[in-house]
């Protein structure tokens, strides 16, 4: 077993979190996989995992390694691909983040299309609404959604979204209409995510403010919030790839517009050392174009 192998054993463990998860990715045995690990960590004369009969922790040591060989192993994966690609179409494997909802909703039709038309690549699509650690979890692109922050990540936008806050015309029957962001105090609202404080970001004044809100429900889903909303509960900012349909059927309405930024998009994004894959190349430019058209 050479070196680079043993590399690629260690950085599948970290991703998988378990040997045994990582000897069924690799299609090794589960005391194979530990072996070769521990032969690493012998041969590097440090500790990378701490083992319990739980779980695998991965050590700072370990932290710091497998960032770097994530990027060896990603420059040989795509100059293997790029001297392929000479004679072929993309190929190789993309393991990509995205939000439940926005993968459930509009990424189910288009992974199907994309991977027909190109045969030699293939996708692990892991659909969660946390903000992934790209480079740290081994991940190749991710979609995020909202207005980007700064960051040394490259970001492609593949189409604008708007957030809207919205209600169903039976809860501002009931208890009134909200005129400025600091009204929603006195309403309930449907909180987004498992954060112990939530604050909804609004434009005031030509600047952004976050406004604190409180509610009786929170839930980590997008659609459940929408269900909500629409049963009569409360206040909810969503996307208006989750609440469109409502929005247009007037099952929901739209409040605080003036307030609301309309600069937010859908994005692809993907660290700089994997700009030169030619596989995540097509693969964003095909979401672009199939957005565009919609």
Not at 46 to 53: I, N
Not at 146 to 156: E, H, K, Q
Request: positive net charge; proline residues 4%.
């Amino acid at each position: 077993m050479n070196q680079f192998e043993d590399m690629r054993i260690f950085a599948t463990t970290v991703e998988a979190q378990s040997f045994t998860a990582a000897a069924d990715k690799l299609g090794l045995s589960k005391q194979f996989v530990s072996r070769r690990v521990m032969a690493l960590e012998g041969r590097l004369g440090v500790r990378l995992l701490v083992r319990t009969t739980r779980k695998l922790t991965v050590t700072e040591l370990g932290r710091a390694y497998f960032e770097r060989i994530q990027k060896i192993l990603a420059e040989v994966a795509e100059t293997e691909e790029a001297i392929s690609s000479q004679n072929a179409g993309p190929r190789g494997s993309l393991r990509i983040s995205a939000p439940m909802s926005f993968g459930t909703l509009h990424l189910g039709p288009v992974i199907p299309k994309f991977l027909q038309r190109y045969p030699d690549v293939s996708i692990e699509l892991e659909l969660n609404d946390r903000t992934v650690d790209l480079v740290g979890e081994g991940y190749d692109m991710a979609m995020r959604i909202g207005v980007l922050s700064d960051s040394s990540l490259i970001a492609r936008r593949i189409t604008p979204f708007n957030l809207v806050a919205c209600c169903a015309p039976d809860y501002l029957r009931r208890r009134g209409t909200p005129v400025t962001p600091n009204d929603l105090k006195e309403h309930e609202c449907l909180l987004y995510g498992h954060a112990k404080t939530v604050e909804w970001q609004f434009k005031i004044n030509g600047r952004t403010r976050g406004i604190p809100v409180t509610g009786r429900l929170r839930v980590n889903n997008g659609e459940l919030v929408r269900d909500a909303a629409l049963a009569g509960l409360g206040i909810a900012v969503l996307p208006t790839f989750i609440v469109g349909e409502a929005l247009k059927r007037g099952e929901l309405v739209t409040i605080l517009d003036d307030y609301l930024s309309a600069d937010g998009g859908v994005y692809a994004i993907y660290p700089q050392h994997r700009q030169s894959s030619t596989a995540l190349r097509v693969f964003v430019d095909f979401l672009y174009e199939t957005f565009a058209k919609s």
